[in-house]
């Protein structure tokens, strides 16, 4: 009988990783357990060209190889996890067996205190449904648009609000848009860009509280100020979708906790992957985060695909220097590295550079793309892995992580032939992965050789 992997997430880091699980030479049955209903899809453009209207939902879908040959389980949520029976559950209480599996769940949209997410005005925005909900409520309404939150979500959506030629509201709580990512000074052109270009910016504020009305909600602000919106999207980030690992016996405080293959702490033949996934990455001080980026999913699905097949004690250490994007009002901020570590910042040939220790730990550009390129090996070269430390430490500023319970030995998955892991000690190619293009997709993608809906029958 063939062995099973059963991949938890259908979006990117699901779909590269059930890709490089076949580029390997794994050659038994590979199930993907979807919570959406779609297939996988770029989640960049549901700020962007889905709110618009500029690209239809379809235009969204990812591409993936015709060799993937998957069972595609739409619409079907893990439910339940129990690692020592190798055993996952869906809905109708069907129990799917394994012999390796790769978590990829993501995150969901954070919640937010007092707000009446209850009121279908109001709206989060993390899925392609998400994005097609608040468009139509854009075009249904007349009145102001409020987006909570002055991350890059919400900044993206204000953008294209604005776009769309409908009044927008920015209610923020800190005193500057993306300030805390991308450093003062370009955080102060994007805030004066959305100023320009009619944004109602309230930043520094708190929400009092909300009141309904038929014609809109109020939204009172701790300044005193008051916005009457016909459409509200909360965008006060993410919290990772772990909810269906309670009980399980993993390490599930903010994240899956792995050691610094993705290999998960306390459980056998499990790996993790993208957003949802917590490790040590030993390129930057070792301490335990997660890094929500595009291409984190799609570098750390590979990996994590690698480590799984080749087995903990052959496994290579995940240790990427993480890359991001944002474009608004045509402009365009990238950055590369862990700017969040930063106690400093210094100019590095036009770029802003984060320094941590005495060290170069990110960058950050607007309009710079050929820099970024050019300072990106820097991070590299200044931050070295060190091959002598233990895969798995235990970061003496986590004090809220639980000491790493006993690692369970790992058997190696067997594949004819198996391809050796790659450690991500080299920099790739920033102006081909530092985002996706940005034209309007068709795609040639493969069609999924089985799906099926709400664990009901199969439809080829």
């Not at 209850?118 to 102001?144: E, M």
């Not at 009092?208 to 016909?230: C, E, N, T």
Request: proline share 6%; with cysteine; hydrophobic share 40%.
């Amino acid at each position: 009988m063939s062995e099973r992997i059963v991949v938890v997430g259908g979006g990117l880091g699901g779909v590269r990783s059930a890709e490089r699980l076949r580029e390997m030479g794994f050659d038994g049955q590979i199930t993907i357990l979807s919570a959406e209903r779609h297939l996988p899809y770029h989640r960049p453009c549901l700020s962007k060209q889905i709110i618009t209207g500029e690209w239809h939902p379809d235009d969204s879908l990812l591409s993936f190889s015709g060799d993937l040959d998957a069972e595609w389980r739409l619409n079907s949520p893990a439910l339940h996890l129990d690692p020592k029976k190798q055993s996952v559950w869906v809905p109708g209480g069907e129990e799917i067996k394994y012999d390796g599996m790769i978590i990829a769940t993501g995150v969901d949209a954070r919640a937010m205190g007092g707000a009446p997410r209850h009121d279908p005005r109001v709206h989060v925005l993390r899925t392609l449904d998400d994005a097609v909900a608040i468009r139509k409520n854009i075009r249904q309404s007349q009145g102001l648009v409020a987006v909570i939150g002055g991350g890059f979500i919400g900044c993206e959506l204000a953008c294209s609000v604005r776009h769309m030629g409908r009044d927008v509201a920015l209610i923020v709580r800190s005193p500057a848009l993306l300030g805390g990512v991308v450093g003062d000074e370009i955080g102060k052109k994007i805030t004066e860009a959305h100023i320009h270009h009619g944004v109602r910016l309230a930043t520094g504020v708190g929400i009092k509280h909300w009141v309904r009305q038929p014609g809109g909600i109020g939204i009172h602000l701790s300044d005193g100020q008051v916005f009457f919106a016909s459409c509200v999207v909360l965008a006060v980030g993410a919290a990772p979708a772990v909810d269906w690992l309670r009980g399980s016996g993993l390490d599930i405080s903010d994240g899956v906790l792995c050691d610094a293959t993705n290999h998960v702490v306390g459980a056998e033949n499990i790996v993790a992957c993208g957003d949802v996934a917590r490790w040590p990455n030993m390129r930057f001080n070792g301490a335990v985060r997660r890094v929500e980026h595009w291409l984190n999913a799609v570098e750390g699905g590979r990996i994590a695909a690698e480590n799984l097949l080749v087995g903990r004690n052959h496994a290579k250490t995940y240790t990427p220097v993480p890359r991001f994007w944002t474009e608004q009002y045509g402009m365009r901020v990238q950055g590369a590295g862990l700017p969040v570590l930063g106690t400093d910042t210094t100019d590095v040939n036009g770029l802003t550079g984060f320094i941590a220790n005495g060290k170069l730990v990110g960058i950050v550009g607007l309009e710079s793309p050929g820099k970024i390129i050019t300072e990106t090996p820097e991070l590299f070269r200044q931050n070295q892995v060190d091959t002598n430390v233990s895969v798995w430490t235990q970061p003496a500023e986590e004090t809220k992580v639980a000491a790493a319970p006993e690692v369970l030995p790992t058997s190696q998955i067997q594949v004819p032939e198996p391809v050796a892991a790659h450690a991500s000690s080299v920099p790739p190619s920033v102006s081909s992965s530092m985002s996706p293009p940005l034209q309007r997709r068709r795609h040639s993608r493969s069609r999924p050789e089985m799906v099926r809906v709400g664990g009901g029958r199969a439809r080829p």
